[in-house]
């Protein structure tokens, strides 16, 4: 578990690399922090809504470099999510994006995904035989989807397969869990410096 401190500084320095990136700037990379969870290598999201609208959602499952660092490199490119290039959010806008970030726990591949995949704790990863995809955790809990529906879904929408493809054999059906913040959650909320001061 992070410390409000440590989501604190992730949510800082995401949304100081969204502001660099917006203006053009070139941001220096981060120092090293002084905790030492955010020193650990491991996968992440940076997802960023505008009310109830998402406007951008990029990540990794790849735990290389540390936390911090992948942070800002996802911060990054969700300004390049591919589904969002015809209208870009902009440096005017941003005063009105909430940030959210999801730190991810490694991948644990399912046995029987009707049995080893909770909704709303576990998010999934399907990779099968000509595409792969994923859905966070949070996605079960807003959607109101069945566990067949987040399921099916996520081969048809995301992985670019049958609905039911992840009952095929050469499907593999992963499962994580997520440990998700956003600057609403402190008083900073949407449109704050990124600095939120806590509830």
Same mark, same amino acid.
């Given at each position: ?11 800082? $320095? ?7 990136? $917006? ?17 650990? /290598? ?8 505008? &009310?109830?609208?998402?406007? #951008? ?6 735990? *290389?470099?540390? %936390? ?7 911060? !990054? ?22 940030? @959210?970030?999801?730190? $991810?726990?490694?991948? @644990?591949?399912?046995?029987? /995904? ?7 704790? *576990? #998010?999934?990863?399907? @990779?099968?035989? +000509?595409? !792969? ?14 566990? @067949? ?7 048809? *929408?995301?992985? &670019? %397969? ?6 095929? /054999?050469?499907?593999?059906? +992963? ?6 913040? !956003? ?9 704050? !410096?990124?600095? /939120?001061? &806590?509830?």
């Amino acid at each position: 578990m992070l410390s409000d401190q440590d989501r604190r500084a992730l949510l800082a $320095l995401a949304r100081q690399t969204l502001e660099a990136q $917006l203006a053009g700037a070139r941001r220096e990379a981060p120092a090293p922090p002084a905790s030492p969870a955010l020193r650990q /290598p491991c996968g992440c999201f940076v997802s960023l809504h505008r &009310g109830r609208q998402l406007r #951008g959602c990029i990540g990794t499952f790849q735990a *290389h470099t540390p %936390l911090l660092g992948t942070v800002a490199q996802m911060a !990054s490119a969700v300004l390049r999510d591919p589904r969002f290039l015809d209208c870009p959010v902009t440096a005017g806008e941003l005063a009105h994006i909430d940030i @959210e970030i999801s730190v $991810l726990t490694p991948l @644990e591949k399912t046995a029987d /995904p009707m049995k080893d995949v909770e909704l709303g704790r *576990h #998010g999934i990863c399907i @990779e099968g035989p +000509y595409g !792969s995809g994923c859905f966070l955790p949070q996605v079960a809990t807003e959607t109101g989807w069945s566990l @067949e529906e987040f399921l099916g879904r996520c081969c048809a *929408h995301k992985a &670019g %397969l049958p609905p039911d493809a992840w009952k095929w /054999p050469e499907t593999a059906v +992963y499962r994580f869990e997520a440990e998700v913040f !956003s600057e609403k959650d402190f008083a900073a909320g949407p449109g704050g !410096s990124g600095q /939120p001061t &806590g509830k």
